[in-house]
């Protein structure tokens, strides 16, 4: 039994999984110390992400069955059934998106993305030929890394 949220690699699809390593590798080689911090993800664990940054009428508008938290920012887009964290195959948890944190030397995470770690993550990412968040036009999501394409991959 799974519990959300995980870090748990093994539940990613086997190409992400793999990228994943290799991005985590990667990230070593070039000085960094990366933590995934999110792999697969429950519907319900998703509409409580997509319920930061929102009133309850916002989410009752969208049928969204979740405790609102206006007071915290927004960290996703993604309602529940449109996030590559939730993906699943044959049941089974098969994650096509992880998310990460930069530790800084003093071991405290630094969620700062502006900082050059994560423009050096998010750049090593990139050509290992994933889609990562903080390059996205319009709301970006530093943390996330995913498969492209992962809603009609295989």
């Known amino acids: 039994m799974v519990t959300y949220p995980t870090r748990d690699t093994s539940l990613l699809d086997p190409e992400l999984k793999r990228l994943c390593e290799a991005f985590l590798s990667e ?3 070039a000085g960094l110390d990366i933590r995934v911090t999110q792999t697969h993800r429950s519907a319900e664990y998703q509409n409580s992400l997509f319920a930061q940054g929102r009133t309850q009428a916002q989410l009752d508008a969208k049928g969204i069955r ?13 309602t529940a059934g449109n996030s590559p964290h939730e993906w699943t195959k044959n049941g089974q948890p098969w994650a096509r998106a992880f998310d990460i944190v ?15 770690p994560w423009k050096t993550a998010g750049a090593i990412g990139v050509k290992l ?12 999501d530093p943390p996330h890394f ?8 295989p």
């Open 27 to 29: 990230c070593k080689l």
């Open 146 to 153: 995913q498969l492209p394409n992962w809603r009609t991959r």
């Open 66 to 78: 979740a405790k609102a938290r206006p007071d915290l920012p927004q960290v996703t887009k993604a």
């Open 129 to 140: 030929g994933l889609d990562w968040g903080g390059a996205w036009t319009g709301f970006q």
């Open 102 to 116: 930069v530790i800084n030397p003093d071991g405290k995470a630094n969620w700062d993305a502006a900082t050059k």
